[in-house]
C-alpha cells in the first residue's frame, strides 16, 4: 500500500522527500506562498501551483484515511473483518471504492432482504443458484411457512429475489465496473417540459438535447442542471446510444449475470435467474448508478467552474494598476443621480458630489461644471466610470468632459462595478468611511479600482466580484478554498506596502491574520509609519513565527534599509551582505545596478541554508527591487455612436475589454450594456484548448460583429478578423447536439415475476459473449 506521501508524489510527479518536506513545512504553519518563495532548497523547488495541488491532494487523502479507519473499526467491531476484506479496503484509492466496500456492513434499516433472511429463505437462493436444474417452484415450497408470514412458494421466491438484489447492490467489484462500463456508453439527455418554452427561453439549446457523458463539457452540465433546478428541463440518463432499439436488453444485466454465475443452459431455474437480474438492474441497480453518474458530472463541472473562476479571479486581481494619480469615480444612476467620488494619489478621500445629467432632471450643463471643478481642484487625471446602468450616458459625460477641457489632461476608463454594493454595505466600508453615504461609498471603490485592483478588491467577498460561471451552484466550501488561496497567493506575489495597506489587504499577507492585522493599523496609527521591518515585532500577536512567514512580502520603500523595500526575506540579509563583501560595494550601489549584479556567479554565495535557487532570487530582487509583476495600464476606447445592442452591424471591427472568461470563451464588453461572446473557436487561428491561454479579463482586444441576436440579447463577436459575417463560427456554445431525442429511451420499466424477455436477455447474454457454456465455470 502506498504512502500519502507516494501517492502524491506520483501524482506531481516529482520526489518523495519533495513532498514530505513540504508536508512538514505546511503542518508547521507555513503557507504556500511562503514555501514557495522562501524554501525552495527545502522542498526541491516547488512552485506554487504544484504545492496548491499537493495542499488539496493531502486534504482529500486524510480524510480518505480517516474514513478507512473508520470503517476498519466498523467492520472489526462487528467481527466480520477478515484478512482478504481489510487488503481491499487498505488499498481502495477513492472514497467511492471505500463507500462501496463498506456497503454490505454500514448499519441500515431493516430491508426486504433482511425480513426474507430472518424468515429462512437464504438456502433457497442459494439452492436455486447452486443447482439451477431445480424448478423454482417447486424448490421453494419446502420454504413456505405461514407462521414467517412466507404464505406461498411464489412469496418465498419474492424474498429469494430480494437476497440476490442486495447481494448485486453489495458486491463492490460489480459495481465499480457497471459504473464505469455507464460512465463510457452512457448519455445525458434533456427536454423541455410542458408549457414552460417560454418561460425557459434561456435553455432554447437543451429543449431537445442529447450528448455521451464522457463529451459533456463543464458549461454544458452546468446549464442542464440550471434548468432542471428551475422546473424548465427534464434530465434523464440513456444506458448508451442502443437503448432506443425494441426489446432493447441492457449488456449491463448480462454484467450482473456474469458476475454471479448466471447463464442461459436452458435449465428449470436459469429463467427464474435471468429475470432476477433484469429485476435487479431496472429496479435498483440502474437507478443507483444513474445517481453515481449525476454526482460525477457534476463534481467534475463544479471542479472546473471553480477552476474558470479562480483564473478569471486571479487575472483581475492582477490586472494593471493605474498607479498613485489622483482619480474621480463616478457610480452611474438616472433617477438617483450619479454619485462622484475624488480620491488622491493615496486612495484618501477629499470631495464627493451628486450631480444629475440624466432623465429626468437633466442636468448636463451643470454637472459638467461640477465635473470640471472639482478635477481642476484636486488635480485629476483619470475619471474611473461604474459600468451598471446609466452607464454608457455617464460615460458620453465623462468624454465631452475630456474633450471641453483639454487643459485638464484627463483620461477615461470604464470600470467593473462588480461587487462595489457589497463593499458599501460591508462593515468594513463603514469603519473606512464612517462619514460617508453608502451610496457614495460605491464611488470611492470605484476609482480606488482602478489605482490598485489589488489593493481595493481583497475588501470584497471574492464570490461577489461575479467573474464565474454559475457561482452560485458551486458548494460554498469548495469554491470560497479555492477563491482565498488565489487572493492569498495575488498579494503574496505582488508585495504590500506596509505602511500604507489596508486591514483587508494585510490580513491576505502570508502569516498574517485579520486580528493581527488590525494590530498593525493600530500600531501605526498610533506611532507613524514602520521605518524597518525589525519593528514588526512591536506589534501585539506579531512573534517570531508570524514575522518570518509576513516579512518578506512586507515592503518600506522609504525606510531606514533598503532592503526593506524589496523582496529579499530579512533571513537572507547576511547573503546580501556576502555580496556586498565580494562587491566592495554599499548597498545603495548595488541595488538597481543591473550591469554589475549580472556578473556575479550565485554559487559563490550559497551556504548550508541558501542554495542557488535562493540565491538567484536575491541577485533578481536586487535588480528590481520591489518590483510589480502586473502589467502595464492601458485603457480601451469604445467606438462613438455604438451605446445600445441595436446600434451592433454584423462586420462592425471594435475594441473592448475581456469581462470574463469561460471554459467556452470570453466575455467581451464594447459597449452596448451586454457582453459579446468571442466562442473559443473565434479567439485564434490555430487551436485553442483553454481559452485563458489567449484573454483574460481586463484584456483589451480587437473584436468583429458576427451575428446580433436582439431578442435573446447575444452578441457573437470573433476575434479572427478573417471570418465572415454571414457564417456563424464552428462549435459555438449554443450549437444543439447532433444527437437526436431517442424514442423510449431508458422505459425503466419493471419486470415482475417470469414474464416473456427471458429469452431475449439470454440472447442480449449471447451477444455480450456471454454463451450456454459462459455460466458453466464461473458460479461462486
Known amino acids: 500500500m502506498q504512502s500519502i506521501g507516494q501517492r502524491i508524489a506520483n501524482e506531481l510527479n516529482v520526489q518523495e522527500w519533495q ?29 506554487d501551483a504544484q504545492l496548491r495541488t499537493l495542499e488539496e491532494r493531502l486534504r482529500y487523502l486524510r480524510e480518505l484515511e480517516d474514513r478507512r479507519k473508520t470503517i476498519l473499526d466498523s467492520i472489526r467491531e462487528q467481527d466480520k473483518l477478515t484478512d482478504e476484506l481489510a487488503l481491499q479496503i487498505n488499498t481502495a484509492d477513492t472514497k467511492a471504492r471505500l463507500e462501496d466496500l463498506y456497503l454490505p456492513y454500514k448499519p441500515k434499516r431493516r430491508t426486504k432482504a433482511q425480513i426474507a433472511k430472518e424468515a429462512g429463505l437464504e438456502p433457497l437462493a442459494d439452492l436455486l443458484l447452486s443447482d439451477p436444474t431445480r424448478d423454482p417452484k417447486e424448490a421453494a415450497v419446502a420454504f413456505v411457512h405461514t407462521e414467517k408470514e412466507v404464505a406461498t412458494p411464489e412469496a418465498a421466491l419474492e424474498g429469494a429475489r430480494a437476497i440476490f438484489v442486495e447481494r448485486f447492490a453489495e458486491n463492490a467489484e460489480l459495481i465499480g465496473t457497471l459504473r464505469e462500463n455507464y460512465w463510457q456508453r452512457g448519455r445525458l439527455t434533456s427536454t423541455v417540459r410542458e408549457g414552460k418554452k417560454t418561460d425557459g427561453a434561456k435553455f432554447s439549446d437543451y429543449f431537445d438535447f442529447a450528448e455521451p457523458l464522457t463529451k459533456l463539457p463543464s458549461h454544458r452540465i452546468l446549464a442542464l442542471f440550471r434548468g432542471e433546478k428551475e422546473e424548465i428541463l427534464d434530465l434523464r440518463m440513456d444506458e448508451d446510444k442502443d437503448s432506443a432499439e425494441p426489446n432493447y436488453i441492457s449488456p449491463y444485466e448480462g454484467r450482473v449475470a456474469l458476475a454471479s454465475g448466471i447463464a442461459d443452459q436452458g435449465r428449470a431455474a436459469d429463467r427464474w435467474l435471468l429475470e432476477t437480474v433484469r429485476w435487479a438492474w431496472r429496479t435498483k441497480l440502474r437507478f443507483s448508478i444513474e445517481l453515481d453518474m449525476k454526482m460525477r458530472l457534476w463534481q467534475a463541472a463544479e471542479d472546473e467552474a471553480v477552476k474558470v473562476f479562480a483564473g478569471n479571479l486571479r487575472d483581475l486581481l492582477l490586472a494593471a494598476p493605474a498607479g498613485t494619480r489622483p482619480t474621480l469615480g463616478l457610480d452611474p444612476g438616472y433617477r438617483t443621480g450619479v454619485k462622484v467620488a475624488v480620491v488622491d494619489a493615496t486612495g484618501k478621500v477629499v470631495a464627493t458630489d451628486t450631480i444629475y445629467p440624466h432623465e429626468p432632471r437633466r442636468q448636463w450643463d451643470e454637472s459638467l461644471a461640477a465635473l470640471a471643478r472639482l478635477c481642476r481642484v484636486h488635480k485629476v487625471e483619470l475619471i474611473a466610470i461604474g459600468n451598471g446602468t446609466a452607464s454608457r450616458e455617464t460615460d458620453k459625460l465623462a468624454a465631452e468632459l475630456v474633450s471641453k477641457h483639454p487643459d485638464l489632461k484627463l483620461t477615461k476608463i470604464m470600470v467593473s462595478e462588480a461587487g462595489a454594493s457589497v463593499y458599501s454595505a460591508s462593515a468594513y466600508a463603514s469603519q473606512e468611511l464612517p462619514d460617508l453615504d453608502v451610496s457614495l461609498r460605491g464611488a470611492v471603490s470605484i476609482a480606488r479600482r482602478l489605482q490598485d485592483p489589488l489593493a481595493e478588491l481583497v475588501k470584497i467577498d471574492p464570490k461577489s466580484i461575479g467573474v464565474g460561471q454559475y457561482q452560485h451552484d458551486l458548494a460554498e466550501y469548495k469554491l470560497s478554498r479555492s477563491l482565498d488561496a488565489v487572493v492569498e497567493d495575488c498579494v503574496n506575489g505582488v508585495g504590500v506596502d506596509l505602511n500604507t495597506a489596508s486591514v483587508p489587504l494585510l490580513a491576505r499577507v502570508s502569516g498574517l491574520g485579520e486580528w493581527v492585522a488590525q494590530n498593525i493599523v493600530s500600531h501605526r496609527n498610533a506611532h507613524g509609519p514602520f521605518k524597518t521591518r525589525k519593528a514588526l515585532s512591536d506589534v501585539m500577536g506579531l512573534g517570531p513565527k508570524t514575522f518570518e512567514q509576513a516579512a518578506g512580502f512586507l515592503r518600506i520603500p522609504s525606510g531606514d534599509d533598503p532592503l526593506d523595500a524589496s523582496g529579499v526575506h530579512p533571513e537572507a540579509y547576511p547573503v546580501v551582505r ?56 492601458k485603457t480601451a476606447t469604445f467606438m462613438e455612436g455604438v451605446e445600445k445592442i441595436d ?31 468571442v466562442h473559443i473557436s473565434a479567439l485564434s487561428d490555430t487551436f485553442v484548448k483553454d481559452p485563458r491561454d489567449v484573454v483574460k479579463p481586463g484584456d483589451i482586444v480587437r473584436v468583429k460583429v458576427l451575428e446580433v441576436d436582439k431578442a435573446r440579447k447575444r452578441i457573437s463577436l470573433t476575434m479572427r478578423m478573417s471570418d465572415p459575417v454571414e457564417k456563424k463560427p464552428a462549435g459555438r456554445s449554443d450549437d444543439r447536439s447532433s444527437f437526436q431525442k431517442p424514442r423510449n429511451a431508458g422505459s425503466g420499466q419493471k419486470s415482475s415475476g417470469q414474464g416473456s424477455d427471458g429469452g431475449a436477455l439470454a440472447d442480449a447474454l449471447r451477444r455480450a459473449g456471454l454463451s450456454k457454456d459462459a455460466g458453466k465455470n464461473s458460479r461462486r
Open 578 to 633: 556576502r555580496i556586498l563583501e565580494a562587491t566592495k560595494s554599499d548597498i545603495k550601489v548595488v541595488i538597481g545596478n543591473g550591469a554589475l549584479l549580472k556578473t556575479l556567479k550565485p554559487e559563490k554565495f550559497t551556504d548550508e541554508t541558501f542554495g542557488v535557487p535562493t540565491v538567484k532570487d536575491i541577485l533578481g530582487e536586487l535588480e528590481k527591487p520591489g518590483r510589480d509583476p502586473r502589467p502595464e495600464f
Open 647 to 677: 446600434d451592433l452591424k454584423p462586420g462592425m471591427m471594435l475594441e473592448g475589454v475581456v469581462t470574463n472568461v469561460a471554459a467556452f470563451g470570453a466575455f467581451v464588453d464594447v459597449g452596448v450594456h451586454q457582453d459579446g461572446l
Open 19 to 47: 513532498v514530505k518536506a513540504a508536508v512538514d513545512l505546511l503542518d508547521g504553519g507555513a503557507t504556500v506562498p511562503f514555501i514557495a518563495r522562501y524554501r525552495k532548497e527545502v522542498t526541491g523547488t516547488l512552485d
